[in-house]
């Protein structure tokens, strides 16, 4: 499923004196399949747009398409961007409400009008993405399993949807390191497997520089630099706005500043590493 955002401006508090426009006239697109990164400072709008996609907020002035349809043309569009679009908040696990890890996933679909007898099945498939074992988990309080769990129960939540687009707001912000690795292998998994389109919004772009095939960057509710993820991140721009670059991509800037053609603009430390040793034996 493509999913698309044209032009589109919103406004907290609108017609009093706390209006505060967040974002102005942003512009993006993912096709089926395809993986976007967004990146921005604190407050340039991120979540904001975030919301749009699943039609949690409607825009000002501009529009919300899926599949080049207008998700705010009828109850019916705006009912199906609701599924179709998976939204997995910033900490998620902080809305967790179900008395039960299955009440809590069972959530979506009951929701969306999924035949009861189908619901079972789709819990336990959820569970199965995300590495929950049914068993073990479905009678589980959701309150009491740590948070690495509960996170990945939030997102069991999200897939028991079935959803086409998955829209990720910093997902891996405060997991350990076991905890991100999982979430970004499901989530490679989901792509790669069944085509579903992620757009994922980071501060550790190091984590998915290599997944994301382009970044869109904001800064003060403006797109500031986007197309792909690599050439992005070569763009000093980023370090002016103070964000954050793999390090690969820092060593090929110091290396290129020495005069050291480096080649394919790497972005983790094997390619960087590779790219190292390709240079050394050049010289020999
Ligand atoms: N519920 C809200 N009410 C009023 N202003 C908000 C609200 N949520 C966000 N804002 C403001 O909108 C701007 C963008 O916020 P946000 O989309 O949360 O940015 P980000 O996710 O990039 O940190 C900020 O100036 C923020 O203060
Ligand atoms: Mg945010």
């Given at each position: 499923m493509s999913i698309e955002i044209k032009n589109v401006s919103y406004v907290y508090s609108k017609g009093t004196p706390f209006a505060r426009q967040a974002i102005k006239g942003v512009n993006l697109r993912a096709a089926r399949g395809e993986w976007l990164a967004v990146m921005g400072p604190t407050g340039s709008g991120k979540s904001t747009m975030l919301q749009h996609l699943n039609g949690l907020l409607k825009p000002d002035s501009g529009e919300v398409l899926l599949d080049d349809k207008n998700i705010h043309s009828s109850a019916a569009s705006l009912r199906e961007a609701r599924q179709k679009v998976g939204l997995v908040f910033q900490?998620?696990?902080?809305q967790l409400f179900g008395a039960t890890v299955y009440e809590e996933i069972a959530y979506a679909p009951e929701n969306y009008g999924c035949s009861p007898d189908e619901i079972p099945e789709l819990v336990q498939r959820a569970m199965d993405t995300v590495g929950l074992g049914y068993d073990r988990y479905k009678s589980r309080q959701p309150y009491e399993l740590s948070g690495g769990e509960k996170r990945r129960v939030a997102l069991a939540g999200v897939l028991a949807a079935l959803p086409e687009v998955i829209v990720l707001d910093e997902p891996t912000a405060g997991l350990d390191a076991v905890g991100r690795q999982l979430l970004t292998e499901t989530i490679t998994r989901l792509n790669r497997d069944r085509g579903i389109t992620v757009i994922w919004v980071t501060h550790e772009i190091t984590e998915i520089a290599h997944l994301a095939e382009r970044l869109i960057v904001l800064n003060k509710g403006e797109v500031a630099i986007a197309g792909k993820t690599r050439e992005v991140l070569a763009n000093p721009m980023m370090s002016e706005l103070g964000l954050d670059i793999p390090p690969a991509v820092a060593i090929s800037r110091e290396l290129g500043g020495r005069g050291v053609p480096v080649r394919g603009q790497p972005v983790t430390l094997d390619e960087i590493r590779e790219e190292i040793i390709r240079l050394l034996k050049e010289k020999q």
């Amino acid at each position: 499923m493509s999913i698309e955002i044209k032009n589109v401006s919103y406004v907290y508090s609108k017609g009093t004196p706390f209006a505060r426009q967040a974002i102005k006239g942003v512009n993006l697109r993912a096709a089926r399949g395809e993986w976007l990164a967004v990146m921005g400072p604190t407050g340039s709008g991120k979540s904001t747009m975030l919301q749009h996609l699943n039609g949690l907020l409607k825009p000002d002035s501009g529009e919300v398409l899926l599949d080049d349809k207008n998700i705010h043309s009828s109850a019916a569009s705006l009912r199906e961007a609701r599924q179709k679009v998976g939204l997995v908040f910033q900490y998620p696990e902080h809305q967790l409400f179900g008395a039960t890890v299955y009440e809590e996933i069972a959530y979506a679909p009951e929701n969306y009008g999924c035949s009861p007898d189908e619901i079972p099945e789709l819990v336990q498939r959820a569970m199965d993405t995300v590495g929950l074992g049914y068993d073990r988990y479905k009678s589980r309080q959701p309150y009491e399993l740590s948070g690495g769990e509960k996170r990945r129960v939030a997102l069991a939540g999200v897939l028991a949807a079935l959803p086409e687009v998955i829209v990720l707001d910093e997902p891996t912000a405060g997991l350990d390191a076991v905890g991100r690795q999982l979430l970004t292998e499901t989530i490679t998994r989901l792509n790669r497997d069944r085509g579903i389109t992620v757009i994922w919004v980071t501060h550790e772009i190091t984590e998915i520089a290599h997944l994301a095939e382009r970044l869109i960057v904001l800064n003060k509710g403006e797109v500031a630099i986007a197309g792909k993820t690599r050439e992005v991140l070569a763009n000093p721009m980023m370090s002016e706005l103070g964000l954050d670059i793999p390090p690969a991509v820092a060593i090929s800037r110091e290396l290129g500043g020495r005069g050291v053609p480096v080649r394919g603009q790497p972005v983790t430390l094997d390619e960087i590493r590779e790219e190292i040793i390709r240079l050394l034996k050049e010289k020999q």
